[in-house]
């Protein structure tokens, strides 16, 4: 795999990561001072 390849990768793997439900619940418990509650989602 080259080095391009890898970054393309990595790039959509995150790309999906970002639209999860506890990517959201992070910054939203942290701003209403609280735990997350992760689902693992």
């Known amino acids: 795999m080259s080095n391009q390849d890898i970054s393309a ?3 959509q793997m995150y790309d999906a990561l ?3 439900e ?4 992070g910054p ?3 701003a209403e ?3 997350p ?3 693992g989602r």
């Open 37 to 39: 509650q992760w689902k």
């Open 22 to 25: 506890d990517s959201k619940e």
């Open 28 to 30: 939203k418990a942290f």
């Open 9 to 11: 990768l990595t790039y």
């Open 33 to 35: 001072k609280r735990k």
């Open 18 to 20: 970002l639209l999860t």
